[in-house]
């Protein structure tokens, strides 16, 4: 059974950092390219930055770019997220997400195979 753990979210002040994670198991991720997505009350569901586990290059919303760092841990199967800057904005519930094939660049428009659960990051100001 393929699972997605998210960990790592909070309250935490405008400026500050999280780091979330992701533990993936019951399969092999190799040929996946991993991300990170998130819905803010009332708004639709957006990408936010994704890495194929085989490496290559990340991808961000430009939202992020240079605050948001996405990696990846292969011996512990876990990708993680470091937000710095953090800004009011980015409050929302972040989901992992595993597609299969593709690249960083095509994440957005993939079709997603598994999704984890959630974890909640809100931004006071």
């Known amino acids: 059974q393929v699972q997605l753990v998210e960990s790592g979210g909070g309250l935490v002040q405008a400026g500050g950092s999280l780091r979330l994670s992701c533990a993936a198991s019951?399969?092999?991720?190799?040929?996946?390219?991993m991300g990170w997505f998130r819905q803010a009350p009332g708004k639709e569901r957006e990408f936010v930055a994704a890495i194929r586990w085989s490496g290559g290059s990340s991808h961000y919303t430009d939202s992020v770019k240079g605050r948001f760092t996405i990696s990846r841990d292969n011996a512990k199967n876990t990708v993680y997220l470091q937000m710095n800057s953090l800004k009011p904005e980015d409050t929302a519930v972040y989901y992992c997400?595993?597609?299969?094939?593709?690249?960083?660049?095509?994440?957005?428009?993939?079709?997603?195979?598994?999704w984890g659960q959630g974890t909640q990051v809100a931004v006071s100001s």
């Open positions: 019951g399969r092999t991720f190799s040929n996946y390219v």
């Open positions: 997400a595993a597609a299969f094939g593709g690249t960083a660049q095509a994440m957005k428009l993939m079709r997603i195979n598994f």
